[in-house]
């Protein structure tokens, strides 16, 4: 399996601290937060990582190279315009292949194993993909994914605004009192068919 992490935004929330360092760079513990990222996959038995690349890219990529210092092989992508996550795995293609493959925010920080149970439970079953989701209760935080009874994902409203709230309330997919689940920025992907 391979990996493709997303490392091209800006961090704008983030203020001063990402004028002259991209977010997936600013230090945790020691080193950045990718670096944290990549160890987490290293141990998860995934050595092929695509960094897609964008703001201060010269940054990242001259941190990490090639990747051997850290164990793994790193290749690189731009995503010249930056238009949102949905878009920014697409360089990745040609990397990717016909393989199945990992897909992480460059930004996040989760237990190191969260990689490796995500891998081992991939391959306990047929699934065409899998996500990990965080619980919440702000509706309006970021995207919501609902699911059936079989906790297998059947919609994903991403940011709904007030009047699409109201719709899904309407509809009984949003009820008071029922966990939010928010999307926590992993991802694994079956290979294209």
Not at 5 to 17: F, P, V, Y
Not at 45 to 64: D, Q
Not at 83 to 98: F, K, Q, S, W
Request: aromatic share 8%.
């Amino acid at each position: 399996m391979k990996a493709v992490i997303l490392a091209a935004g800006k961090g704008t929330r983030m203020g001063d601290l990402t004028q002259s360092l991209p977010k997936p760079m600013l230090p945790v513990e020691g080193k950045p937060i990718l670096e944290h990222i990549i160890e987490g996959l290293k141990s998860a038995g995934i050595r092929e990582i695509c960094l897609i690349t964008g703001w201060k890219a010269e940054v990242i990529e001259s941190h990490f190279r090639d990747g051997s210092a850290f164990g793994v092989e790193v290749t690189y992508r731009r995503q010249e315009v930056q238009d949102g996550t949905g878009r920014a795995a697409l360089p990745a293609r040609e990397i990717v292949g016909n393989d199945d493959f990992l897909l992480t925010y460059g930004d996040i920080l989760v237990r190191p194993e969260t990689y490796a149970r995500m891998v081992k439970r991939y391959g306990e079953d047929q699934f065409a993909g899998l996500l990990t989701v965080t619980e919440g209760e702000d509706v309006t935080k970021g995207g919501i994914n609902f699911f059936d009874d079989a906790f297998c994902l059947s919609r994903l409203v991403e940011k709904p605004t007030h009047e699409e709230l109201d719709q899904l309330r309407a509809e009984g997919v949003l009820k008071d009192g029922d966990p939010v689940w928010y999307n926590a920025g992993i991802y694994i992907f079956a290979a294209a068919a």
